[in-house]
């Protein structure tokens, strides 16, 4: 399949999308299912690493570190500066070029090497216009063209990290020794690469089943369901982001092949709940949404269901078991997540790191030296994991642009 330039981590949205597209009636006419038992699938196996404890660990000292302002020279490479930035091209301002109260590790990279190199040597509370030239491959829109950044620098300073010990954990957390502390730290991160590994191998499957299956055609009703579906998660993801939703936007083309396949998923998974008699029980959906409810902190499951309706719910949770059916009867091979990625890019692997991830401040994107022409833009690892259960945290994913 071929992948789309967006992907909902947050799993409630990406299960939006596939399922709100409506379930009713059959649809035999248009899709003759391939095997769907006895899949060969590999999965990731979940693991937490001293790696990425450690990781963890310096996230929570990089959190609670001092900043102490540095006074009486000029800035470095090697500083963390604070900044102003307007970036202008033929005199007018461009989508993404300016940011005010900037935080930038400076040599670091993440702006042009032009627009770095033209910072060191300012010092707190000037302001230098910096002319820079975007590389020809940088941006069909500003690719090629000189602009001229004026940049106010406000800060220097450096960060103090503190001391990893008893006193440390004891005021940041609920426990009182590293030990305890690295212990809860662990559970979490197997917790997570855990949920990783069976969003990832949920989705595999039901890809690797519509791969296999035979479609002609598909109700019209259908595809402007998911296409409103479509639409509507990206203008939620969008308002998530704080950006407008033409960032998400697809050519014409694009989006009816990322919409057919969200279509033809659904189809799937009817049809094999048809044919297996899968169905949701009054009882199984009553003990779900009181469950949901409860840990999407609703004060009953009333006011939960009237968020999403019975019949978006309903589908949600069809969607799932039959997910958990075809899983319960794949036969399942357990891999390295290096292992699983390698394989999933391929000769790409190496440069996959180079992606470029979306932002908190998507207004600062320009200013990154990246090629964007040929980049996907991602969040999380791709297209294909967008789970279809309401699972997750919807505050938990990271969103940083990085090289």
Known sequence: MKKSLILFTVTALASGILTACGSSGTYDKYVKLGDYKGIELTKIKPEVTDESLQDEIDLALEENAEQKEITGRACENGDMINI???????????????????????????FLEDLEAGIVGMETGKTKDITITFPED???????????????????????LPEYNDEFV????????????EEDLRNSLMEYAQSNSDDTARTDILSAVVEGSTFSGYPDELYEECRKSYDDANAMYAEMLGVDASYFELSEEETKEYVEELVYERMVITAIAEKEGIEITEDEYNDTIETLAGEYGYESAADFEADY???????????SKVLDFLLENAKITEISEDEYY??????????????????????????????????????????????????????????????
């Open 84 to 110: 102003d930035f307007t970036g202008t091209i033929d005199g007018e301002e461009f989508e993404g070029g300016s940011g005010e109260d900037y935080d930038l590790l400076l040599g670091d990279g993440y």
């Open 138 to 160: 940088y941006d069909e829109e500003i690719g090629g063209k000189e602009a001229v950044f004026s940049v106010t620098l406000n800060s220097i300073y450096e960060e103090i």
């Open 170 to 181: 004891a005021k940041v957390s609920e426990f009182s020794t590293t030990e305890e502390y």
């Open 309 to 319: 309706t019975k019949d978006y719910l309903m589908n949600e949770f069809l969607a």
């Open 342 to 403: 390698a394989d999933y890019y391929g000769d790409d692997y190496e440069d996959s790191e180079d992606e470029l991830y979306l932002d908190e401040d998507m207004d600062d994107e320009l200013i990154y030296e990246e090629d964007t022409e040929d980049e996907d833009i991602i969040i999380d690892e791709d297209i294909d994991n967008a789970d279809v259960t309401i699972e997750g945290d919807m505050d938990s994913p990271e969103a940083d642009i990085e090289k």
